[in-house]
């Protein structure tokens, strides 16, 4: 499919969308949503992908939902309209995304960064929920999923004043895994994303499972998944070529099944 407002392209096995709608500093209109879910759903079929690096410009991830797509619509068409569907696709995908955040990542970027599965950023990156400027709150898990990653009273004071966490402070509230510099912020997400393919996808599919059932669900029911996702690699050959590689001191060679 040819897009418009996203760039895709295959680095061996890590696939790479760019956000491309630079002159908006990468707003979230409801085309680029739903080309992103789309691309993210093509790659999570396609075999050969491990993971995605989701990534913007340097100046910017993406500085929120388009805030002029935004503007006119009623009470109606945003509760009752399709608004909502499209951004869940992105947290519903199988295979680890990877968000790589430079520049702003503000209300729906920012959000967008905490639905991947792990952030890392550059050190030129801010993160802010300033949907209280506009006269609204956050929509797509500014409340929640923020308030989960980094803690009541930070996620108050980002949402209640507008105020954007740097680089540095991000990493402190376990925002991000980690900073790099900004020139390097595109090969340490490819780099993370290789790391990722030597992997057996199907243990690394229910490795993801088995985290995102700590923010899904309660203690009990998190370790009760993540026993039976821990029971069910018993059941690939990957996890017992990944035990015989050990015991014969060599590599693995994960086949994916
Ligand atoms: N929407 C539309 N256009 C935007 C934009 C945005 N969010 N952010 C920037 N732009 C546009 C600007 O209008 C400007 O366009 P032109 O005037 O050149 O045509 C261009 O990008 C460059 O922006 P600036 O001239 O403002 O650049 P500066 O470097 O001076 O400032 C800035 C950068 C990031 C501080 C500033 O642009 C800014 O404050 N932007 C708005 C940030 C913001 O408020 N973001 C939150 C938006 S509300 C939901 C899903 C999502 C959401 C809600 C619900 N559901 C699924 C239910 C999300 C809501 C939001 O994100």
Redesign the pocket.
Known sequence: MAYETILVETRGHVGLVRLNRP???N???SQL?AELTEALKAYDADPEIAAVVVTGTD??F?????????ASKSYVE?SFGD??????AVAQRKKPIIAAVAG?A??????LAMMCDLVICADNA?F????I??G?I???G?TQRLTRLIGKSKAMEMVLT?RMLDAEAAERANLVARVVPVDNLLDEALKLGDTIAEKSKPVVAMAKQAINAAYETTLETGLKTERQLFYGTFATEDRREGMAAFADKRSPEFQDR
């Open positions: 002159k908006a500093l707003a979230l209109n949503i100046k910017a993406a500085a929120g939902a388009d805030i002029k797509e935004m945003a608004f909502i569907a499209p951004w869940q702003y503000l209300g729906g970027g920012c959000e801010k802010g929920q300033p949907e400027n506009l609204t956050p929509g797509a500014g507008g």
